[in-house]
């Protein structure tokens, strides 16, 4: 087997030193470092202590460490399902004193509009006169059950009267909940306070979104009128491919910018993980902020670029200006022996990882231990 020759370089740095001080080319050359062609398969370098110490060349052991990598993704600032609201009318009716603008504040129990009907006249009136009769239905019943006991009064006197007073007291509580629903207390409604006007108003505290509807216009049961969002909360909508969900999970580590504050990084927590995947090979990944102060700054909609923290992985690691680049290959230069003029150097083929802290976590193409000894500064000369 053929053992690869060592050969000796002459760095750019040094020529350069020569050249700065020499007056002519010829004059340098007499002072330069003579350079000796390896075999193209060779590994080794040749370095003197002179070029060791000219280029400020520095050595350094081999780290090991925990490191995460990052997978870059897209997301949006959304609200969650529970901060929308569409406001919709249980009866229908003419939609009056309505004066919403789109983006204006609301407050939770504030009026956004009414609505004017003569059925709810109707519905009211139907309430009181059940209640007024009830009282004596109630009555009626309770004479006629004393009367069956004491076997004065036939059953079926007594069976009458109990359904008539039952299905009065079912229709005086079903009449009670509808009124409910247009926010009409039925404890506290008298011939006196029957209205013709019902107030819609704000089940949360938010904002305006959207408005349906414009003053005078006639809105349907179940028509849509306005739609309001709440700030309360607010989570971070990421976008995942495929290829990288399984190595997403909740608890995860999240760090965003937004374009219209360029310069400000956020963090957020993985809350849930979509479980299915899109027509577009997607899945949603659902993040909250560490510091809920921040979604102040935050719009609804607003267009964000994310970075998620993988696990850590324990890795050999070197600082990053020891990586070389080299036709698109990376290297490593490893004090292989220690001689009498110098250092015999290797380079060792590495997959560059994740990046922490001025390290960069690399794999070699070839065993190595906490004991090997790499140049971590001025390796760029020698390749």
Not at 112 to 137: A, G, H, M
Not at 157 to 183: T, V
Not at 341 to 360: D, R
Request: with cysteine.
């Amino acid at each position: 087997m053929k053992t690869s020759q060592p050969y000796t370089i002459i760095l750019p740095g040094v020529i350069a030193l020569v050249v700065a001080m020499s007056c002519s080319k010829n004059e340098s050359s007499e002072n330069g470092i003579q350079v000796t062609e390896a075999p193209e398969d060779s590994r080794d370098i040749v370095l003197t202590e002179e070029q060791f110490r000219t280029m400020k060349m520095e050595w350094g052991p081999l780290h090991t460490g925990e490191f995460s990598e990052e997978i870059s993704v897209q997301g949006s600032i959304q609200i969650p399902v529970e901060g929308m609201r569409e406001i919709a009318a249980y009866y229908g009716g003419y939609v009056q004193d309505l004066k919403l603008l789109e983006g204006q504040a609301v407050r939770k129990g504030e009026v956004l509009f009414t609505l004017e009907n003569p059925d709810f006249i109707r519905l009211q009136q139907d309430y009181l006169e059940t209640k007024s009769q009830l009282n004596y239905l109630k009555a009626e019943f309770e004479r006629q059950r004393t009367l069956a006991s004491e076997q004065i009064s036939a059953q079926k006197n007594f069976l009458k009267a109990e359904a008539d007073y039952q299905s009065a007291l079912a229709k005086s509580e079903s009449l009670k909940k509808q009124l409910s629903l247009i926010q009409i207390n039925a404890d506290q409604l008298t011939p006196e306070t029957i209205r013709t006007k019902v107030a819609v108003s704000s089940p949360i505290s938010g904002f305006v979104e959207d408005v349906f509807v414009v003053p005078g216009q006639f809105l349907p049961a179940a028509g849509k009128a306005v739609s309001l969002l709440s700030r309360e909360h607010i989570h971070v909508e990421l976008v995942l491919f495929e290829k990288d969900a399984s190595s997403v999970h909740p608890g995860q580590k999240v760090e965003f910018t937004s374009p219209d504050r360029p310069g400000e990084i956020m963090e957020a927590k993985i809350y849930v993980v979509g479980q299915s995947i899109n027509a577009q090979r997607q899945i949603n990944v659902h993040a909250h902020l560490v510091d809920e102060k921040q979604e102040s700054k935050l719009t609804p909609g607003m267009f964000l670029q994310a970075r998620i923290q993988l696990d850590p992985q324990e890795s050999l690691a070197v600082p990053e200006e020891s990586v070389l680049e080299v036709d698109q290959d990376r290297y490593i230069l490893i004090q292989k022996a220690k001689t009498e003029s110098g250092f015999v150097l290797e380079k060792v083929k590495v997959i560059p990882g994740a990046k922490g802290k001025h390290y960069l976590a690399i794999e070699p193409e070839k065993a190595l231990d906490s004991t090997t000894v790499v140049l971590v500064k001025g390796g760029f000369n020698l390749l």
